[in-house]
Protein backbone atom coordinates (compact mmCIF):
# COMPACT_ATOMS: atom_id res chain seq x y z
CA UNK A 1 0.00 0.00 0.00
CA UNK A 2 1.36 3.52 -0.86
CA UNK A 3 1.79 6.47 1.78
CA UNK A 4 -1.16 8.02 -0.12
CA UNK A 5 -3.32 5.25 -0.18
CA UNK A 6 -2.96 4.45 3.54
CA UNK A 7 -3.57 8.49 4.04
CA UNK A 8 -7.06 7.71 2.30
CA UNK A 9 -8.01 5.42 4.42
CA UNK A 10 -6.91 7.07 7.57
CA UNK A 11 -8.65 10.12 6.45
CA UNK A 12 -11.39 9.86 3.77
CA UNK A 13 -13.31 6.67 4.71
CA UNK A 14 -15.60 8.91 6.75
CA UNK A 15 -16.30 10.67 3.52
CA UNK A 16 -16.73 8.15 1.01
CA UNK A 17 -17.48 4.66 2.87
CA UNK A 18 -20.80 2.97 3.75
CA UNK A 19 -21.22 0.72 7.19
CA UNK A 20 -22.27 -2.49 5.16
CA UNK A 21 -25.09 -3.27 7.68
CA UNK A 22 -26.78 0.57 6.78
CA UNK A 23 -30.53 0.34 6.05
CA UNK A 24 -31.26 -0.09 2.57
CA UNK A 25 -33.06 3.43 2.78
CA UNK A 26 -30.18 4.91 4.14
CA UNK A 27 -27.78 3.67 1.31
CA UNK A 28 -29.81 5.04 -1.59
CA UNK A 29 -30.03 8.45 0.83
CA UNK A 30 -26.42 8.75 1.08
CA UNK A 31 -26.33 11.15 -2.13
CA UNK A 32 -28.54 13.41 -0.86
CA UNK A 33 -30.53 13.70 -4.36
CA UNK A 34 -32.13 11.17 -6.55
CA UNK A 35 -30.30 10.30 -9.57
CA UNK A 36 -29.70 6.98 -11.87
CA UNK A 37 -28.16 4.09 -9.54
CA UNK A 38 -25.24 2.63 -10.88
CA UNK A 39 -22.90 -0.05 -8.67
CA UNK A 40 -19.49 -1.91 -10.05
CA UNK A 41 -18.52 -4.72 -7.91
CA UNK A 42 -14.44 -5.38 -7.83
CA UNK A 43 -13.23 -2.22 -8.71
CA UNK A 44 -9.86 -2.75 -8.14
CA UNK A 45 -7.50 0.36 -8.42
CA UNK A 46 -10.93 2.15 -9.10
CA UNK A 47 -9.77 3.34 -12.85
CA UNK A 48 -13.35 2.80 -14.63
CA UNK A 49 -15.40 3.79 -11.62
CA UNK A 50 -14.07 7.24 -11.53
CA UNK A 51 -14.15 7.34 -15.11
CA UNK A 52 -18.28 6.56 -14.53
CA UNK A 53 -18.36 8.87 -11.85
CA UNK A 54 -16.89 11.57 -13.92
CA UNK A 55 -18.47 11.33 -17.25
CA UNK A 56 -21.88 10.49 -15.59
CA UNK A 57 -22.26 13.20 -12.43
CA UNK A 58 -25.63 12.79 -12.41
CA UNK A 59 -25.58 9.29 -11.37
CA UNK A 60 -25.23 8.03 -8.08
CA UNK A 61 -22.88 5.12 -8.07
CA UNK A 62 -21.64 2.49 -5.12
CA UNK A 63 -18.38 0.82 -5.77
CA UNK A 64 -17.74 -2.35 -3.57
CA UNK A 65 -14.28 -4.12 -3.20
CA UNK A 66 -12.28 -5.67 -0.11
CA UNK A 67 -8.91 -4.83 -1.86
CA UNK A 68 -7.61 -1.81 0.92
CA UNK A 69 -5.11 -0.25 -1.85
CA UNK A 70 -7.72 -0.18 -4.17
CA UNK A 71 -10.27 1.60 -1.94
CA UNK A 72 -7.30 3.79 -0.71
CA UNK A 73 -6.52 4.32 -4.74
CA UNK A 74 -10.41 5.09 -5.33
CA UNK A 75 -10.63 7.17 -2.52
CA UNK A 76 -7.45 9.77 -3.90
CA UNK A 77 -8.81 9.84 -7.32
CA UNK A 78 -12.59 11.26 -5.65
CA UNK A 79 -10.64 13.64 -3.79
CA UNK A 80 -8.37 14.97 -6.16
CA UNK A 81 -11.39 15.52 -8.77
CA UNK A 82 -13.55 16.92 -6.14
CA UNK A 83 -16.10 14.10 -7.31
CA UNK A 84 -19.17 13.65 -5.03
CA UNK A 85 -21.16 11.18 -6.20
CA UNK A 86 -19.32 7.72 -5.72
CA UNK A 87 -19.64 6.02 -2.28
CA UNK A 88 -17.78 2.61 -1.24
CA UNK A 89 -18.87 -0.60 1.00
CA UNK A 90 -15.97 -2.34 1.88
CA UNK A 91 -16.99 -5.62 2.06
CA UNK A 92 -17.81 -8.78 0.05
CA UNK A 93 -20.37 -7.85 -2.51
CA UNK A 94 -22.56 -10.71 -1.38
CA UNK A 95 -22.89 -9.42 2.01
CA UNK A 96 -23.44 -5.40 0.58
CA UNK A 97 -26.36 -7.24 -1.96
CA UNK A 98 -27.92 -8.85 0.80
CA UNK A 99 -27.79 -6.29 3.62
CA UNK A 100 -27.33 -2.86 2.28
CA UNK A 101 -28.84 -2.24 -0.97
CA UNK A 102 -31.55 -4.56 -0.20
CA UNK A 103 -34.37 -2.31 -1.13
CA UNK A 104 -32.16 -0.26 -4.22
CA UNK A 105 -33.54 -0.97 -8.26
CA UNK A 106 -30.12 -0.10 -10.03
CA UNK A 107 -29.99 1.10 -13.44
CA UNK A 108 -26.50 -0.52 -13.78
CA UNK A 109 -24.50 -3.28 -12.39
CA UNK A 110 -20.48 -3.69 -13.84
CA UNK A 111 -18.33 -6.03 -13.40
CA UNK A 112 -15.07 -6.04 -14.91
CA UNK A 113 -12.59 -8.79 -14.88
CA UNK A 114 -13.32 -10.33 -11.82
CA UNK A 115 -10.92 -12.90 -10.49
CA UNK A 116 -11.18 -16.08 -13.11
CA UNK A 117 -10.08 -18.72 -11.08
CA UNK A 118 -8.51 -21.01 -13.72
CA UNK A 119 -8.41 -24.39 -11.56
CA UNK A 120 -11.84 -26.77 -11.21
CA UNK A 121 -11.32 -26.91 -7.90
CA UNK A 122 -11.55 -23.21 -7.53
CA UNK A 123 -14.38 -22.80 -9.69
CA UNK A 124 -16.74 -22.41 -6.74
CA UNK A 125 -15.06 -19.49 -5.86
CA UNK A 126 -16.06 -17.10 -9.02
CA UNK A 127 -17.85 -14.30 -8.28
CA UNK A 128 -20.36 -14.94 -10.85
CA UNK A 129 -22.70 -18.11 -9.71
CA UNK A 130 -26.50 -18.53 -10.47
CA UNK A 131 -27.11 -17.64 -6.87
CA UNK A 132 -25.35 -14.39 -6.67
CA UNK A 133 -26.89 -13.82 -10.56
CA UNK A 134 -29.89 -13.67 -9.46
CA UNK A 135 -29.25 -11.68 -6.46
CA UNK A 136 -27.88 -9.24 -8.67
CA UNK A 137 -31.31 -9.36 -11.13
CA UNK A 138 -33.08 -8.57 -8.16
CA UNK A 139 -31.85 -5.49 -7.50
CA UNK A 140 -31.94 -4.52 -11.05
CA UNK A 141 -34.45 -2.54 -12.17
CA UNK A 142 -36.55 -3.99 -15.04
CA UNK A 143 -34.48 -2.90 -18.22
CA UNK A 144 -31.32 -2.47 -16.14
CA UNK A 145 -28.48 -3.44 -17.47
CA UNK A 146 -25.74 -6.05 -16.24
CA UNK A 147 -21.89 -5.76 -17.88
CA UNK A 148 -19.79 -8.43 -17.18
CA UNK A 149 -16.40 -8.16 -18.72
CA UNK A 150 -13.14 -10.70 -18.75
CA UNK A 151 -10.35 -12.03 -20.85
CA UNK A 152 -10.43 -15.44 -19.57
CA UNK A 153 -12.12 -17.83 -21.83
CA UNK A 154 -13.42 -20.51 -19.94
CA UNK A 155 -14.65 -18.01 -17.59
CA UNK A 156 -16.45 -15.98 -20.33
CA UNK A 157 -18.27 -19.18 -21.13
CA UNK A 158 -19.32 -20.01 -17.29
CA UNK A 159 -20.79 -16.73 -17.28
CA UNK A 160 -22.59 -16.84 -20.59
CA UNK A 161 -24.10 -20.28 -19.26
CA UNK A 162 -24.83 -18.79 -15.97
CA UNK A 163 -26.38 -15.38 -17.73
CA UNK A 164 -28.42 -17.60 -20.19
CA UNK A 165 -30.37 -19.35 -17.64
CA UNK A 166 -31.61 -16.70 -16.14
CA UNK A 167 -34.93 -16.07 -17.34
CA UNK A 168 -35.33 -12.66 -16.92
CA UNK A 169 -32.02 -11.72 -18.49
CA UNK A 170 -31.87 -10.63 -22.32
CA UNK A 171 -28.79 -10.30 -24.46
CA UNK A 172 -27.76 -7.24 -25.27
CA UNK A 173 -24.05 -7.53 -26.20
CA UNK A 174 -22.30 -11.17 -26.02
CA UNK A 175 -19.16 -10.93 -27.79
CA UNK A 176 -15.42 -10.93 -27.79
CA UNK A 177 -14.21 -7.48 -28.84
CA UNK A 178 -12.02 -4.44 -29.58
CA UNK A 179 -12.67 -1.65 -26.93
CA UNK A 180 -12.77 0.39 -29.52
CA UNK A 181 -16.14 -1.55 -31.48
CA UNK A 182 -19.14 -0.30 -30.63
CA UNK A 183 -21.17 1.45 -28.22
CA UNK A 184 -19.86 -0.07 -25.05
CA UNK A 185 -16.72 2.25 -23.91
CA UNK A 186 -14.91 1.32 -21.37
CA UNK A 187 -11.40 2.59 -19.68
CA UNK A 188 -9.05 -0.04 -19.90
CA UNK A 189 -8.90 -1.23 -16.36
CA UNK A 190 -5.39 -2.59 -14.94
CA UNK A 191 -6.40 -6.27 -15.42
CA UNK A 192 -7.65 -5.99 -18.68
CA UNK A 193 -3.88 -5.01 -19.88
CA UNK A 194 -2.78 -7.54 -17.76
CA UNK A 195 -4.78 -9.86 -19.51
CA UNK A 196 -3.96 -8.14 -23.10
CA UNK A 197 -0.33 -8.44 -22.39
CA UNK A 198 -0.69 -12.21 -22.21
CA UNK A 199 -2.85 -12.69 -25.18
CA UNK A 200 -5.84 -12.79 -24.09
CA UNK A 201 -8.93 -11.99 -25.94
CA UNK A 202 -11.40 -9.72 -23.88
CA UNK A 203 -14.96 -10.64 -23.45
CA UNK A 204 -17.90 -8.24 -23.12
CA UNK A 205 -20.95 -9.24 -21.88
CA UNK A 206 -23.92 -6.83 -21.59
CA UNK A 207 -27.48 -8.17 -20.52
CA UNK A 208 -30.52 -6.32 -19.48
CA UNK A 209 -33.32 -7.26 -17.46
CA UNK A 210 -36.65 -7.74 -18.91
CA UNK A 211 -39.17 -5.16 -18.24
CA UNK A 212 -41.80 -7.50 -16.65
CA UNK A 213 -39.84 -9.99 -15.04
CA UNK A 214 -41.04 -13.50 -13.65
CA UNK A 215 -40.10 -12.12 -10.07
CA UNK A 216 -42.73 -9.09 -10.13
CA UNK A 217 -45.40 -10.79 -11.85
C1 LIG B 1 -8.98 -9.43 -11.00
S1 LIG B 1 -9.39 -8.05 -10.05
C2 LIG B 1 -10.12 -6.92 -11.22
C3 LIG B 1 -10.12 -5.50 -10.72
C4 LIG B 1 -10.63 -4.46 -11.70
N1 LIG B 1 -12.06 -4.63 -11.97
C5 LIG B 1 -9.84 -4.46 -12.98
O1 LIG B 1 -10.39 -4.82 -14.04
O2 LIG B 1 -8.65 -4.08 -12.93
C6 LIG B 1 -10.82 -8.61 -9.16
C7 LIG B 1 -11.18 -7.70 -8.00
O3 LIG B 1 -12.38 -8.18 -7.39
C8 LIG B 1 -12.25 -8.03 -5.99
N2 LIG B 1 -13.15 -9.01 -5.37
C9 LIG B 1 -13.01 -10.35 -5.35
N3 LIG B 1 -14.04 -10.93 -4.72
C10 LIG B 1 -14.87 -9.93 -4.34
C11 LIG B 1 -16.11 -9.88 -3.64
N4 LIG B 1 -16.70 -11.00 -3.20
N5 LIG B 1 -16.69 -8.69 -3.41
C12 LIG B 1 -16.08 -7.55 -3.85
N6 LIG B 1 -14.91 -7.53 -4.51
C13 LIG B 1 -14.31 -8.69 -4.75
C14 LIG B 1 -10.78 -8.28 -5.71
O4 LIG B 1 -10.37 -7.70 -4.50
C15 LIG B 1 -10.13 -7.64 -6.91
O5 LIG B 1 -9.79 -6.29 -6.69
Redesign the pocket.
Known amino acids: MTVGQARALDELTDRYCLPVDLEPSAAENAFGRPGPIGLE ?5 G ?2 LLRWAVERPEWNLFG ?4 QP ?1 IGSLMLGLERDQLTNVRIFE ?4 DVLANSLGGAEIDEVRI ?4 PWPKKRHHKRR ?1 IQADFVALLVDKLRPEGRLWLATDWEPYARWMLNVLEAQSDLVTELAAGRELSDGPYQRLE ?4 ARGKRLGHRVWDLVYYKKRCSTASR
Open positions: IGFGMQAIEVYGAPAEFFPDLTRFE
